[in-house]
């Protein structure tokens, strides 16, 4: 039985050795510290580096954090390409490996029309047996996935929500607003400064990037809004923001997460897509780890 996606699900990072390839050791070390500090796992997301993963990588990250975790929390896993037909192909492989979901990017590099991606979703989760969620990342996919739209897709039997990480409060809301509306239709914020807000206004769930630097920090802003103390949850989405900020103001990129991992002592490894830090952005970021 599928386990319900709820609470903080972490963007993890994707686990290098020193030669950059695909280290396992490394990876279950990363899914114990979130495991042990009451988070969730999401991997293959965007500070998983998908877009410079293999499909064979991807599969193997799913497989190893599934293992990993052993069930005692829910899995989720990205699966989104570019096409529909990739996507799918993917989806049919990561959906063996016995994940709780996945979620599926609009697709990118190309304008898409809103019905385009109604035909997009329909067909992947026509597809696929594992439950489906929308992911909504306008700034890097150049596609917007409209409320409307959302509302549309609900009606799918295995389409079960959205992330949403467009960034800003009225997205947010809006899709909130459709949930709201669509019994079984739930939704989970992208945006490390958005989590209190988003179960405030009834999100279920959140997937934090900021989650592998800070764990305990993030899983705060959840535990305590559970116990119903808005005040505590309210404080530690402060300190939350006030990270985020200081963090991407040196590179505002998945880059900089793993920056401030291996500065911690976390081994890894390097991202592959070409980043560069000055020594002003690694004092910037030593100091924050000096704080936390």
């Not at 630097?213 to 103390?229: C, H, L, S, T």
């Not at 939350?240 to 103001?249: D, E, F, S």
């Amino acid at each position: 039985m599928r386990k319900k996606i709820e609470g903080i699900l972490t963007a993890i990072v994707t686990t290098f050795d020193d030669n950059g390839d695909f280290c396992p050791k490394r990876m279950r070390k990363q899914v114990q510290r979130q495991l042990t500090n009451g988070n969730s796992v999401f991997c293959n997301g965007t500070n998983g580096e998908f877009f410079v993963l293999s499909t064979q990588e991807k599969i193997k990250v799913t497989e190893v954090c599934v293992d990993e975790v052993a069930g005692r929390s829910p899995v989720m896993a990205h699966i989104g390409e570019i096409s529909t037909r990739e996507t799918i192909k993917l989806g049919k492989e990561i959906e063996k490996l016995g994940v709780d979901a996945v979620s599926v990017i609009a697709p990118y590099f190309i304008p898409v029309k809103q019905e385009e991606l109604i035909y997009h979703y329909t067909a992947i989760a026509d597809a696929l047996t594992v439950p489906v969620f929308l992911y909504n990342i306008p700034v890097r996919t150049g596609n917007t996935i409209q409320p409307e739209t959302a509302a549309k897709l609900a009606e799918h039997p295995n389409i079960l929500g959205i992330k949403d990480s467009a960034g800003s409060a009225e997205s947010l809301q809006a899709f909130l607003d459709v949930a709201n509306n669509i019994h079984g239709f739930d939704v989970l914020t992208g945006p490390d400064s958005l989590i209190y807000q988003g179960f405030v206004g009834g999100a279920v769930g959140s997937i934090s990037g900021l989650a592998n630097v800070a764990p305990g920090y993030i899983n705060a802003i959840w535990r305590n809004f559970k116990e119903g103390d808005l005040a505590k949850s309210k404080a530690a989405q402060d300190a939350v923001g006030n990270l985020r900020k200081n963090l991407y103001a040196t590179v505002f990129s998945p880059a900089a997460v793993k920056k401030a991992l291996t500065l911690m002592g976390e081994d890894v490894g390097v991202s592959r897509y070409p980043v560069m830090f000055s020594d002003e952005h690694i004092a910037t970021i030593k100091n924050i780890i000096k704080k936390l």
